[in-house]
Nanobody, 123 residues
Framework: QVQLVESGGGSVQAGGSLRLSCAAS????????MGWFRQAPGKERDFVAA????????YYADSVKGRFIISRDNAKNTVYLQMNSLKPEDTAVYYC????????????????WGQGTQVTVSS
């Protein structure tokens, strides 16, 4: 059974940093593209960042470009999201997702999802 477990969320003041992790099990991680999405209360789930199996292709939403960094460690079956210069508008539940095909920014294309981790940024 595939499991994606996010961790690293929490509360931080504006300008601060957090590092999210997503540990995968039940799949051959190195064969999967990974993505991070977020959902604020009352809003749709939005794309944040994506990385292909080799980390050769990386994509970011314009709203996080230059502040967030996605990376992966295939030996540890883990994908990371380093979030710097956080803003109150980054407040959301952050989800990681996995798919064997490069799925980019399309949430509907990802097959597996984690349960999410809350990130709260105060001003």
């Amino acid at each position: 059974q595939v499991q994606l477990v996010e961790s690293g969320g929490g509360s931080v003041q504006a300008g601060g940093s957090l590092r999210l992790s997503c540990a995968a099990s039940g799949l051959t991680f190195r064969n999967y593209a990974m993505g991070w999405f977020r959902q604020a209360p009352g809003k749709e789930r939005d794309f944040v960042a994506a990385i292909n199996w080799s980390a050769g292709n990386i994509y970011y939403a314009d709203s996080v470009k230059g502040r967030f960094i996605i990376s992966r460690d295939n030996a540890k079956n883990t994908v990371y999201l380093q979030m710097n210069s956080l803003k109150p508008e980054d407040t959301a539940v952050y989800y990681c997702a996995a798919d064997p095909n490069p799925s980019g920014s399309h949430a509907w294309a990802y097959r597996y999802w984690g349960q999410g981790t809350q990130v709260t940024v105060s001003s």
